[in-house]
Nanobody, 128 residues
Framework: QVQLVESGGGSVQSGGSLRLSCAVS????????MGWFRQAQGKGREGVAA???????TYADSVKGRFTISQDNAKNTLYLQMNSLKPEDTAMYYC??????????????????????WGQGTQVTVSS
């Protein structure tokens, strides 16, 4: 079993920054594919960024150049650095893991192939 717990969300003004963290407990492996997705109120799920087990990353076009995904395997933690935040970034952000296909990124949707674990989410609110 893998447990994912997100933290770091909050309310910021447009142009501000936040860093989200995802602590992974249970059995953690650097062979996993890990990612972040978000869901705004009344909208569908959107892949934000993902990182494969070889370090390859993918980002949604809407966040390229502003968000950076990274991981610290020694700390079993995934991060999402979010800069130049915009009101349209307001959403619940979820951390997720694909423990079975760690190499497989879906570049078109900025996600791992198929998440089989995810956290409870952390809210990000950006005001104009």
């Amino acid at each position: 079993q893998v447990q994912l717990v997100e933290s770091g969300g909050g309310s910021v003004q447009s142009g501000g920054s936040l860093r989200l963290s995802c602590a992974v407990s249970g059995y953690y492996s650097s062979r996993y594919c890990m990612g972040w997705f978000r869901q705004a109120q009344g909208k569908g799920r959107e892949g934000v960024a993902a990182i494969a087990n070889d370090g390859t990353t993918t980002y949604a076009d809407s966040v390229k150049g502003r968000f950076t995904i990274s991981q610290d395997n020694a700390k079993n933690t995934l991060y999402l650095q979010m800069n130049s935040l915009k009101p349209e970034d307001t959403a619940m952000y979820y951390c997720a893991a694909d423990t079975e296909r760690g190499w497989w990124l879906l570049q078109s949707s900025a996600q791992c192939r198929e998440y089989n674990y995810w956290g409870q989410g952390t809210q990000v609110t950006v005001s104009s």
